[in-house]
């Protein structure tokens, strides 16, 4: 049996958009997801996966979340972050977007995106 990836990564398959991130996502991250690394989850398969965190499907939806090797949840840009340290030539981004300074205004930024996105898919009858 295989250790626990060190991220692990629940979105929506549902979401045109968020599929086609996270497949351009897991062709970069190909190595990463091969060695047990970081792995990527539909939550539709999953419903109940992050039940205990009080998350469920239409949290999903709405924002990314993930968990790390320590157990902890991450949520929208916090995920988003996370996703960035693992991807070769993307550190740049999780440091820039991430640092203490700058967070507040990336999470910002990701939670209006993120709207606008859960209301076109509601829009377009994806779920």
């Given at each position: ?43 539709n ?45 993307d550190?740049w ?35």
């Amino acid at each position: 049996m295989s250790a626990p990836a060190q991220l692990t990564v629940w979105y929506n398959t549902k979401c045109p958009v968020c599929n086609a991130g996270i497949d351009w996502q897991t062709n970069r991250l190909v190595q990463a997801a091969r060695a047990g690394i970081i792995a990527f989850r539909d939550i539709n398969l999953e419903p109940e996966a992050l039940a205990p965190f009080g998350a469920d499907v239409e949290a999903v939806r709405r924002r990314l979340h993930g968990m790390d090797a320590e157990g902890r949840l991450l949520v929208g840009a916090d995920c988003a972050i996370a996703i960035w340290r693992h991807t070769p030539g993307d550190a740049w981004l999780a440091i820039l977007l991430g640092n203490r300074a700058i967070r507040p205004l990336t999470r910002l930024a990701y939670d209006r995106f993120a709207d606008v996105l859960y209301a076109w898919n509601r829009r377009k009858g994806h779920w």
